[in-house]
């Protein structure tokens, strides 16, 4: 993973949220606070203090969410282990760690590695008061009562595996439950949908309802001082309403990136054809073994079914609620303990090489780097903002070259302070790469500044990147079409082509996909 963050390009999220990282503390909650990002401060003031150690480069962005994430598998583990046994604990680390959309988001500078670690304590903790309420209850008069069902003895042996003391199921235990629900609010404004099924599934599991609600209101006390920014978002945020066809998009969206990342294009069948067939075998197994999964299954089920209702789910945030998805997906395929014959067995094996096949099919994309889904990962914005400094392109200053696309100016920033004597200098590169504030000489233009400017003063030549994105911006629109009218292009750059850009319009229309992911023109004035 180190090497893979090092490698792949710093995507728009990222760098827009650098910029934050990069403000002094007190300043950067204040931003949160009023909605610059609709994110809690937690993670923000963690990577904050992060890259002022380590830099903002992508290494040093990105390696915080890479222990975050390696530190979530441990609790996934553990969470298994009490939610069921250990063999489902070691296969849900396992399904986590090589997870498609693990290997990318895992590394990603946002909160995503934070969420899925913040989730997994959650759900560890959840086990840990659940083991322990059903230790009670199996014991009575210091004997333990039989189990009245396979799926029962497959539970009770892993209860027996875990045998947790007393202490585990007191005030402080319950209060511990709090505090890891809160830091997985002020990770994410999603945050209290998971911990409100996560609640919801404990106190089914557990058995007895004794200190969960003292659990909830000690979590919501916790949270009230970020709730009135939660508050603005929630009203303000979620888009409710659309056709059909829009929630239905969101769906496939998130369940494609739940299932195989970003490593599967809607061409990729030698992946989706595998997963057709694990998903009704996974299905036919959650129905065998429904008592076992069903807590765990209403919890991904739930966040995935809010995340489509408000059309705010898409293929970055499912680690929200992987962790808890996959932990479900594990105690389905894990073996059962006694062993079963007949249907059961049958259908695990099919849903294991299914699943293998789709995971060896995105493991052949990433490699040839084709049939991407989404190509953010791959977009060439280190040689374009490379070749801006060659032939005529070098002629045009800075504040004549627009860079609308957040990923550019993170790089144009990068660039332009490598040769300087302090290249980590937080507070210059944020100077160069921000849009707002004052700014320096070297700043580039932003499609706004240039539409300011060109009403009294328009310059003789200008250069314009154009990315995924710019077609649908107003601002950039009506650029494209004062350039057309009053200048020609003199040279004309081109990077990375998108194969499914067609399909992808068709598919979603609501955005307008480029046939190139990066185009790089000069505008000579006087057409």
Request: glycine share 8%; with cysteine.
């Amino acid at each position: 993973m180190f090497w893979a963050a090092g490698r792949y390009t710093v995507f728009d999220d990222e760098a827009f949220s650098a910029l934050r990282y990069t403000l002094p503390p007190v300043e950067m909650v204040k931003a949160l606070w009023h909605g610059d990002e609709p994110d809690p401060p937690l993670y923000y003031l963690i990577q904050s203090g992060w890259v002022r150690v380590f830099g903002i480069g992508p290494l040093g962005l990105r390696s915080l969410s890479i222990v975050l994430f390696l530190a979530g598998l441990v609790f996934v583990r553990r969470a298994g282990e009490l939610w069921f046994n250990e063999r489902t604990g070691r296969l849900a680390m396992l399904l986590c760690a090589i997870h498609p959309a693990h290997l990318f988001f895992g590394f990603a500078g946002r909160w995503y590695a934070a969420m899925f670690c913040a989730v997994a304590i959650l759900l560890w903790q959840t086990g840990r008061l659940i083991a322990s309420a059903r230790t009670d209850v199996c014991h009575v008069g210091g004997t333990q009562s039989a189990p009245s069902s396979a799926g029962d003895e497959s539970a009770a042996l892993g209860r027996r595996s875990i045998q947790a003391p007393d202490s585990t199921h007191g005030p402080s235990a319950f209060f511990l439950w709090s505090l890891a629900a809160a830091v997985v609010c002020y990770v994410n404004y999603f945050g209290p949908v998971v911990v409100g099924f996560v609640w919801v599934a404990a106190i089914l599991a557990a058995r007895r309802r004794r200190g969960w609600l003292h659990a909830a209101v000690g979590a919501i006390v916790l949270y009230l001082p970020w709730f009135p920014p939660f508050w603005r978002q929630v009203t303000s945020f979620p888009q409710l309403g659309g056709s059909a066809l829009d929630y239905a998009a969101t769906l496939a969206r998130s369940l494609a990136a739940l299932l195989a990342g970003n490593l599967a294009s809607a061409r990729a069948w030698w992946v989706w054809a595998p997963l057709a067939v694990f998903g009704p075998a996974l299905l036919a197994l959650f129905a065998a073994r429904r008592r076992r999964v069903l807590g765990l299954a209403a919890v991904a089920c739930g966040c995935l079914l809010a995340g489509t209702l408000s059309r705010t789910m898409i293929d970055k945030y499912v680690m929200s609620f992987s962790a808890a998805a996959w932990l479900a997906v594990a105690a389905g395929l894990a073996p059962a303990e006694p062993p079963v014959k007949g249907l059961e067995r049958y259908l695990r094996r099919v849903a294991l090489i299914a699943l293998c096949l789709a995971w060896l099919g995105c493991g052949v994309n990433l490699v040839t780097q084709r049939h991407w889904s989404s190509l953010r990962w791959l977009d060439p914005f280190p040689q374009a903002i490379a070749d801006l400094a060659v032939g005529d392109l070098a002629r045009v200053p800075p504040e004549n070259t627009i860079l609308p696309h957040p990923s550019a100016r993170y790089y144009y920033a990068r660039r332009r302070l490598a040769s300087s004597e302090t290249p980590d200098d937080l507070s210059r590169w944020r100077a160069l790469a921000a849009t707002d504030g004052p700014a320096p000489a070297a700043r580039p233009a932003t499609v706004s500044t240039l539409l300011d400017r060109m009403a009294a003063d328009p310059p003789q030549r200008l250069i314009l990147m154009e990315t995924a994105g710019f077609s649908d911006d107003p601002d950039a629109r009506a650029l494209e079409a004062r350039l057309s009218a009053d200048y020609k292009v003199i040279e004309e750059r081109t990077y990375l082509d998108d194969p499914d850009a067609e399909l992808k319009n068709r598919l979603d229309p609501r955005y307008t996909h480029p046939a190139q992911r990066i185009r790089i023109r000069l505008w000579q004035g006087g057409n």
